[in-house]
T-cell receptor, first 113, second 114 residues
Framework: TQLLEQSPQFLSIQEGENLTVYCNSS?????LQWYRQEPGEGPVLLVT?????EVKKLKRLTFQFGDARKDSSLHITAAQPGDTGLYLC?????????????FGKGTHLIIQP | KAGVTQTPRYLIKTRGQQVTLSCSPI?????VSWYQQTPGQGLQFLFE???????NKGNFPGRFSGRQFSNSRSEMNVSTLELGDSALYLC?????????????FGDGTRLSIL
């Protein structure tokens, strides 16, 4: 069974601060996706990373896939209240994905004005 | 372009009953996956259907079943409901299926078991 550990579980910071969320596993993934989920809604895909060492930027969000494709991080610069939400990482198994996507339990992020 | 539609949004059942949830994927998407989301376990994969065939299955008991119709709409059924089945059930559609594909999620059905 592949597991994804996300940290921190909860994070509350002031508007304008920077933060990093981590997603770690002992397993190798063929790709890793990051989602954001707001209350009462389904997760919305932010980015997919595929290549080890890959870095992708989405405005103030920077996503990195580890060289060994076992871990990933999400860095937010100058956080805004609109960034508040549950951030989920999800990995696709290197064995062909027979178990579908494996999700971490998420990081609950609150950005206070 | 309409997104993924799940019905109903909320459902209350009692133990022992059964329930059917519905999911209409984005037009043109042939794959539908189902997930269970709880505060303790997070999102867990139930199964994936592609072209009316179950292609992948997660580690859930046989009380959880599903099907997909020729128009790609999917239903999920849970029989003999237990208190622990209380959860948000999410479906996601993708063009070609498989976990490497971007998943487009609906807003879920909130199932409460009394």
């Amino acid at each position: 069974t592949q597991l994804l550990e996300q940290s921190p579980q909860f994070l509350s910071i002031q508007e304008g601060e920077n933060l990093t969320v981590y997603c770690n596993s002992s397993s190798v993934f063929s790709s890793l996706q990051w989602y954001r989920q707001e209350p009462g809604e389904g997760p919305v895909l932010l980015v997919t990373v595929v290549t080890g060492g890959e870095v992708k930027k989405l405005k103030r969000l920077t996503f990195q896939f580890g060289d060994a494709r076992k871990d990933s991080s999400l860095h937010i610069t100058a956080a805004q209240p609109g960034d508040t939400g549950l951030y989920l990482c999800a990995g696709a198994g290197s064995g062909g994905g027979a178990d579908g996507l494996t999700f971490g339990k998420g990081t609950h992020l609150i950005i206070q004005p | 372009k309409a997104g993924v539609t799940q019905t109903p949004r909320y459902l209350i059942k009692t133990r022992g009953q059964q329930v059917t949830l519905s999911c209409s994927p984005i037009s043109g998407h042939r794959s539908v996956s189902w997930y269970q989301q709880t505060p303790g376990q997070g999102l867990q994969f139930l199964f994936e259907y592609f072209s009316e065939t179950q292609r992948n299955k997660g580690n859930f008991p046989g009380r959880f079943s599903g099907r997909q119709f020729s128009n790609s709409r999917s239903e999920m059924n849970v029989s003999t409901l237990e208190l622990g089945d209380s959860a948000l059930y999410l479906c996601a559609s993708s063009l070609a299926g498989g976990p490497n594909q971007p998943q487009h999620f609906g807003d879920g059905t909130r199932l409460s078991i009394l």
